[in-house]
């Protein structure tokens, strides 16, 4: 059971922008722990994409951006592409329990 | 360029251990800067983090497996593996290895194509 929740799907035409939250609590992203985002594409292994809330690697288009505040992070795709289409992913670190925890949000399908 | 595989039975019966390897090509598994990490995913759901392991030997595992996960790193053949004990249908899963970049905060910068494992009789 995940701790951060995103919205199951979101769609959009081409061009157009959409916009992922990933919310979480004062245990994870409110305490201020990096937001990483994740694009898996169908049948494939998930591809890293924004690291440390908003930072974007070489050879990911500028199109993806991420920002985070409080306890909620959210991940901007503008200018939206056929090959977008996929699941993403937010992932940061969960204090709640004892020891290291790596959490995962619950998924987001975008529908181009 | 830095590639992971992994290997392993597919299927594996229940109240048996999964075993699972990942090899790591086109760098050191040696570096202090990196951990090594599994990632589980079941058909159509979401991906569970299961642990890591430091090239010092150190691990972490997830609170819900600790008691049933070791990782474990052989770094004279730049592998690191999983055991996962008294699996149960639940745990079918996609199961992924990935490398963790300290430099870049944690992220899971590079990994496998994964490997499915399914616990079945």
């Known amino acids: 059971q995940s701790v951060l929740t995103q919205p199951p799907s979101v769609s959009g035409a081409p061009g157009q922008t959409v916009t992922i939250s990933c919310t979480g609590n004062s245990s994870n992203i409110g305490a201020g722990y990096d937001v990483h985002w994740y694009q898996q594409l169908p049948g494939t292994a998930p591809k890293f994409l924004i690291y440390?809330?908003?930072n974007r690697p070489s050879g990911v288009p500028d199109r993806f951006s991420g920002s985070k505040s409080g306890t909620s992070a959210s991940l901007a795709i503008t200018g939206l592409q056929a090959e977008d289409e996929a699941d993403y992913y937010c992932q940061s670190y969960d204090s709640s329990l004892s020891g290291l925890n790596y959490v995962f949000g619950t998924g987001t399908k975008v529908t181009v | 360029q830095v590639q992971l595989q992994e290997s392993g039975p597919g299927l594996v019966k229940p109240s048996q251990t999964l075993s699972l390897t990942c090899t790591v090509s086109g760098g050191s598994i040696s570096s202090g800067t990196y951990y090594w990490n599994w990632i589980r995913q079941p058909a159509g759901k979401g991906l569970e983090w299961i642990g890591r392991?430091?090239?010092?030997?150190?691990?972490n595992s997830n609170p819900s497996l600790k008691s049933r996960v070791t990782i474990l790193i052989d770094t004279s053949k730049n592998q690191f593996s999983l055991r996962l004990t008294s699996v149960t249908a639940s745990d079918t899963a996609v199961y992924y290895c990935?490398?963790?970049?300290?430099?870049?905060?944690?992220?899971?910068?590079?990994w496998g194509q994964g490997a499915l494992v399914t616990v079945s009789s």
């Open positions: 392991i430091h090239t010092s030997g150190s691990t």
């Open positions: 990935a490398r963790e970049n300290e430099v870049r905060g944690f992220v899971f910068d590079y």
């Open positions: 440390g809330n908003t």
